[in-house]
Nanobody, 120 residues
Framework: QVQLVESGGGLVQPGGSLRLSCAAS????????MGWYRQAPGKEREFVATISSDDTNYADSVKVRFTISRDSAKNTVFLQMNSLKPEDTAVYYC???????????????WGQGTQVTVSS
């Protein structure tokens, strides 16, 4: 199995910044994609950003303000969030698309989530 552990959430004022981290560990042969999704109260989980070896993708709502990066050697992904808005308030979930051994298919794994609250 693969475990994803997030850190870095918290309370921040509008216009502030936070940096989320997520480390993957366990039965990992190769991590293909890592990323972040979020879920606000009463809403469905939505895509935020993903990163692979040669590509990054962002939701339109966070483009320019958020930056995703990755330390492939440590199977860790980061999300730098700047110019935060109250509507960014949500539980942020780490995501990884992982091959656990050379002869298996790829599987999706999720972290437990970290709360981000943007409020004055």
């Amino acid at each position: 199995q693969v475990q994803l552990v997030e850190s870095g959430g918290g309370l921040v004022q509008p216009g502030g910044s936070l940096r989320l981290s997520c480390a993957a560990s366990g039965s990992i042969f190769r991590v293909n994609v890592m990323g972040w999704y979020r879920q606000a109260p009463g809403k469905e989980r939505e895509f935020v950003a993903t990163i692979s070896s040669d590509d990054t993708n962002y939701a339109d709502s966070v483009k320019v303000r958020f930056t995703i990066s990755r330390d492939s050697a440590k199977n860790t992904v980061f999300l730098q969030m700047n110019s935060l808005k109250p509507e960014d308030t949500a539980v942020y979930y780490c995501y990884a698309h992982v091959r656990t051994s050379p002869l298996t298919f790829d599987y999706n794994f999720w972290g437990q989530g970290t709360q981000v609250t943007v409020s004055s």
